[in-house]
């Protein structure tokens, strides 16, 4: 079933691929004119050649012209082809997405960290991830600041509804969202050449303290040269005496090789992610805000009356400029007239000069805006998802709450609730029954709500609290660790926070699962009756029916809850539907018959 986001995308693409055939006609246009203007530039030379009249060549001059505007033209409309395309491939990958397919994006895989507080449990990153259902990033340092946001989630209130307020507004500009990513694709950018960049000092280039001097030799070298070639060129100087000039200014070059040869290195390097961001900053630069994030990170882009797309683009021009020198027979030509290596080299030092201390802000500024769109994409994909109210009452109220990464059509919602800290929830069921999952919904939404993202949810009351779960550990063989002395660690590492006075909202799921049943029993009770005398609150997961009567020591302080199960026609049928009290129906025997494993 085709719902109003898919047809929107749906619409986009036709649109767009209505406007990429216009385009490809107004490119053949400008093929056919350049051709023509070839073939007459091709009979002038040729009527002046056969009759020997040179004042045929005067015709070639504006069709020459003509050519050249017409290359220029070219160059240009295929850009506007290439962003075309990319803005079709970027609607596309929004309908695959909808359908549950997230190749296309990058899954964050280098992000996942197994003894992270609760990132490894929630499956934040990876295949199938949090992460890669919500990236919508197009270089690999924007990655870094979503991938931040998602680890290291706001507990304030303050900066939560200031966040909140900035993907809202993001999401209701579908088509500069569109604009933006589309044209973040057309160049992939590492981190480390961007953090390279952005760290880039004008020191590294150790010349030019007296700038007198260069520019003196910037001027006079060029007259030099010229003069020289104008008497040799009229017999009043030989020939070479001129080729004796030029070895000054190669010399001089020749000199500081070593120096142009590295920055030449970098800014060569630099330029894919030069043309990109004066393309991503010129869109936030020109969009109005009203969020006071996007405001602050707009101003950021503002500096002496400038604008940073302005000053970035300046330095891709001089990166291209730079890199002509890559062409030996101009290099030998234009450092011997125009010391044109160091000529660069001296413009390259004084933008440096000028914004080095500026460009990592400038930088700083598309990354985070490239996370929050994708929060705004995230939502504007889900507009069923509710925006989290904060509360200083209530530590934990949701009404139909589920899954945010499991598609729409599979969902079983819940209600649930946890009214203040010092309150836990003992979650019983058979296998399968569904209490991982919704661990992990009530998790995975948390982290969401912390980050000024919508939840998978009806209604969504939270007081920002600090996430901690335990539910994957795993064993460690170089560390020489058992499965069950690694999650004692895992434990440890709560009280130890807790004994430290943090706040914790705990997700639990089954307690010294490495243990023998007894030795887990008394062990989970007591850490538990030991939680209770902390700032903690949250749930856990078990299928020790035993743990359930903790209840009856602290009647204010734990609930039992449980996923059911039941055997209709020797079937198994889960309504993964969370109800009071504790599971009576377990599956294991059940299912270990079915499976013909026992008698």
Not at 107 to 114: A, I, M, R
Request: aromatic share 10%; hydrophobic share 45%; glycine share 4%.
């Amino acid at each position: 079933m085709k719902t109003s986001i898919h047809i929107h995308y749906q619409q986009r693409m036709k649109a767009l691929i209505e406007l990429k055939n216009l385009q490809k006609k107004k490119l053949k246009k400008i093929l056919l004119g350049r051709i023509v203007s070839f073939l007459i530039i091709l009979c002038f030379i040729t009527l002046a050649l056969s009759t020997n009249q040179s004042n045929f060549l005067f015709g070639v001059i504006p069709f020459l012209l003509i050519f050249g505007f017409l290359v220029q033209k070219n160059r240009k409309e295929n850009e506007k082809l290439l962003l075309i395309e990319k803005k079709i491939e970027t609607n596309q990958e929004e309908v695959e997405a909808l359908d549950g397919n997230y190749s296309s994006f990058q899954n964050g895989k280098e992000f996942v960290n197994s003894s992270h507080e609760f990132t490894h449990d929630l499956d934040i990153f990876g295949e199938k991830s949090l992460f890669q259902t919500i990236n919508r990033t197009s270089s690999t340092a924007s990655a870094w600041v979503l991938a931040n946001l998602l680890s290291q989630p706001f507990t304030s209130e303050k900066r939560i509804l200031e966040r909140q307020r900035a993907i809202q507004e993001l999401k209701e500009k579908p088509i500069w969202r569109e604009e933006f990513r589309a044209k973040g694709k057309l160049y992939f950018t590492e981190k480390k050449s961007i953090d390279l960049l952005t760290s880039w000092k004008n020191k590294e280039i150790a010349l030019f303290e007296n700038e007198t001097i260069w520019r003196l030799l910037f001027v006079s070298i060029p007259v030099v040269m010229t003069l020289s070639i104008i008497l040799a060129y009229y017999a009043m100087i030989p020939w070479l005496f001129v080729l004796l000039l030029a070895l000054i200014p190669l010399g001089i070059t020749g000199r500081h090789l070593k120096i142009i040869n590295t920055q030449h290195v970098k800014i060569s390097t630099f330029l894919p992610i030069l043309n990109q961001h004066t393309l991503l900053v010129a869109e936030v630069e020109s969009e109005i805000f009203s969020s006071e994030i996007l405001l602050n990170i707009q101003s950021t882009l503002i500096s002496n009356n400038s604008a940073a797309s302005q000053k970035i683009a300046e330095l891709a021009q001089l990166a291209n400029q730079f890199d002509n020198r890559s062409n030996p027979i101009f290099a030998l030509l234009a450092n011997s007239l125009f010391l044109w290596d160091i000529r660069y080299l001296f413009r390259l030092k004084k933008w440096l000069k000028k914004n080095e201390h500026e460009l990592p802000k400038w930088f700083k500024a598309t990354h985070e805006i490239e996370s929050y769109a994708s929060f705004a994409t995230f939502w504007f994909n889900n507009p069923n998802f509710s925006l989290p109210q904060i509360s200083q009452e209530i530590l934990f109220k949701s009404q139909q709450l589920a899954h945010p990464l499991m598609h729409s059509r599979n969902r079983i919602a819940n209600d649930f609730d946890i009214k203040n800290l010092k309150e836990f929830v003992i979650i019983t069921g058979a296998n399968m029954a569904g209490k991982s999952t919704f661990l992990r919904a009530i998790g995975v939404n948390l982290v969401l709500a912390n980050c000024g993202a919508p939840v998978c949810a009806k209604q969504f009351i939270f007081r920002p609290t600090p996430l901690y779960s335990s539910m994957r550990t795993t064993d460690s063989l170089s560390n020489n660790e058992s499965y069950f002395y690694s999650e004692l660690k895992r434990l440890q590492s709560i009280v130890d926070k807790l004994k430290k006075g943090e706040t914790l909202f705990v997700i639990l799921d089954e307690i010294l699962k490495g243990t023998n049943s007894k030795d887990k029993a008394e062990g989970s009770k007591k850490f538990i009756k030991q939680l209770l005398t902390y700032q903690a609150a949250g749930i856990i997961a078990t299928h020790d029916l035993s743990l359930c009567a903790v209840k009856e020591e602290f009647p204010n302080h734990i609930e039992n809850k449980y996923f059911d199960v039941e055997i209709e026609q020797d079937q198994l049928v889960f309504d993964y539907t969370l109800k009071e009290g504790i599971c009576s129906n377990m599956n294991a025997e059940f299912l270990m018959k079915k499976m013909g494993i026992t008698e």
